[in-house]
């Protein structure tokens, strides 16, 4: 599914224009992204938690030269659905 399915499937359920829901989905992603970017978690009751990840720096293998590489500690966005969610899914 996509985001124009999505937007198309809410317009269809709730009568509301596409322009608006889209414009409002978009927002919501870019408070998403911008709460994560600033180290915030995002939580949704019912629906699930989008966390940050920090990733610890390691040493990588480049097999096309042979050579190890450091791969320097970073943060990587990550979703944990909630158990409603995940047996909804099953």
Do not use: W
Not at 57 to 64: D, F, G
């Amino acid at each position: 599914m996509t985001k124009a399915d999505i937007v198309n499937e809410i317009a269809r359920k709730t009568g509301i224009e596409k322009i608006a829901i889209q414009a409002t989905i978009e927002e919501f992603m870019e408070v998403v992204k911008g709460s994560m970017a600033k180290g915030e978690n995002v939580y949704l009751r019912g629906f699930g938690t989008f966390d940050i990840v920090r990733r610890a720096e390691k040493t990588a293998r480049n097999i096309s030269k042979g050579t190890s590489v450091i791969v320097p500690a970073h943060n990587i966005p990550h979703f944990k659905p909630c158990p409603e969610f995940k047996e909804a899914v099953k």
